[in-house]
Nanobody
Framework: QVQLVESGGGLVQAGGSLRLSCAAS????????MGWYRQAPGKEREFVAR????????YYADSVKGRFTISRDNAKNTVYLQMNSLKPEDTAIYYCNLRAGNYWGQGTQVTVSS
């Protein structure tokens, strides 16, 4: 079993920054091929960013490209999402996902005020 625990959410003004963390624990595994998704009130969960295995390749939704950066620390089994230039439309619950086994964290709330 794998546990994913997100942290780092909060309330920030538009233009501000937050860094989300997703700490993974459980059975032995690689934290590669992990992603961040978000779900705003009344909307479906949507893809935000993903980091690949092996050679580090990252993918981003067009809406966050240039503002968000996904990274990982293999020694800490942690994946990060650095979010800069936040906008009110970034307000959502942010979830991390491990593709192998399709594990999800409990989510962390991000609220951006205008």
């Amino acid at each position: 079993q794998v546990q994913l625990v997100e942290s780092g959410g909060g309330l920030v003004q538009a233009g501000g920054s937050l860094r989300l963390s997703c700490a993974a624990s459980g059975r032995s595994f690689s934290i590669c091929d992990m992603g961040w998704y978000r779900q705003a009130p009344g909307k479906e969960r949507e893809f935000v960013a993903r980091i690949s295995c092996g050679s580090v390749v990252t993918y981003y939704a067009d809406s966050v490209k240039g503002r968000f950066t996904i990274s990982r620390d293999n020694a800490k089994n942690t994946v990060y999402l650095q979010m800069n230039s936040l906008k009110p439309e970034d307000t959502a619950i942010y979830y991390c996902n491990l593709r192998a086994g399709n594990y999800w964290g409990q989510g962390t709330q991000v609220t951006v005020s205008s």
